[in-house]
């Protein structure tokens, strides 16, 4: 068995003129959480499309669960759309019953687990009802439970928090981080920095349609480190003026200081030292994810003025 649940090699795909992804390489090994990040219109959609075999590359190879994405690996693949898709007519349950069934379970086992997975969810009494009846965050979480139901090897959530709110967002994170433990392989489109650096194990981020680095998410943050220390001490903070500080910002307690060429934090300790401020914290500050996004890809475009419109492929 690979040791990778997916890997794209020299992958790229245009919409007329219009590239959409170019020449990406990527590699999820199994048993991560990995998230595919960039601004809309990067080309994480239509990444994820061209995984599960909806879109096919214009050159490159991709690999899903060891093999080409036929029909069998992809039936092994829990998959989560941006765009949601559900049978409005449909009973809750019956709805979760057929989408079991068609993933190869038997309608017994999958109304079964449809019920443990509404009564965790808060939709129990739900289940006898038309889908076209609830609010649309329920019909997301029911699209959720189907994506879940039939136990994939791995699980393709595509913005899979837009639209919920923080209480049903923790809830959907809790639920990834349990499958992971179950040994699932997750990967999951975002734009959201703040819920990938909780979740992610590994990142790979993508800009105007190419890959601008990926890899584990502590060794990214290790290289990110921008020369920021936070320092908490007793006494007056005159002594800092003698640093070479390029910027001092009070946070709380601590002051946030962005080291200039010549101070490295033996010599901000040992000024410390010299002038009788007693160091209560000293900790190098490592980036947040947030902040690499935006040094590597600019701000995501719901933190922008309106330069660019959301559409066409992503």
């Not at 036929?70 to 693949?77: A, E, G, I, K, Y």
């Not at 765009?83 to 086992?109: N, T």
Request: hydrophobic letters at 40%; aromatic letters at 4%; one cysteine or more.
């Amino acid at each position: 068995m690979s040791e990778l649940a997916v890997r794209l090699t020299g992958v790229s795909k245009s919409f007329g003129t219009h590239a959409a992804v170019s020449d990406l390489d990527l590699e999820i090994p199994r048993g991560s959480i990995t998230g595919l990040l960039g601004p809309n219109g990067s080309g994480k959609t239509t990444t994820i499309r061209m995984m599960m075999a909806i879109l096919l590359p214009d050159q490159g190879q991709i690999e899903l669960l060891g093999g080409f994405p036929d029909f069998d690996r992809r039936s092994r693949v829990g998959y989560l759309p941006e765009e949601r898709g559900v049978y409005e007519k449909m009973k809750v349950l019956d709805q979760l019953a057929f989408l079991g069934e068609i993933r190869g379970i038997d309608r017994r086992v999958a109304k079964s687990r449809a019920m443990r997975w509404l009564e965790r969810l808060g939709l129990a009494d739900w289940a006898d009802k038309k889908v076209q009846t609830l609010s649309k965050g329920m019909q997301q979480k029911v699209q959720f439970v189907g994506t879940v139901l039939h136990e994939p090897e791995l699980l393709i959530l595509d913005e899979p928090f837009s639209g919920l709110d923080p209480i049903n967002q923790e809830v959907l994170e809790a639920i990834v981080l349990e499958e992971r433990r179950r040994g699932a392989t997750i990967l999951f489109s975002t734009h959201l920095m703040e819920q990938a650096e909780r979740i992610c194990e590994r990142v790979c981020l993508i800009a105007s349609s190419r890959k601008v680095l990926d890899g584990d998410l502590r060794e990214i943050k290790r290289r990110e480190r921008s020369g920021v220390v936070a320092v908490e001490f007793e006494g007056d903070d005159r002594w800092l003026s003698s640093l070479d500080v390029a910027e001092i910002e009070e946070v709380g307690q601590a002051h946030h200081l962005t080291l200039g060429p010549r101070t490295d934090s033996a010599r901000l300790l040992a000024t410390a030292a010299a002038a009788g401020v007693g160091v209560r914290r000293f900790e190098v500050l490592e980036p947040t994810l947030r902040e690499i996004f935006v040094s590597h890809a600019g701000a995501p475009a719901d933190e922008r003025p309106v330069l660019l419109a959301s559409g066409g492929a992503q």
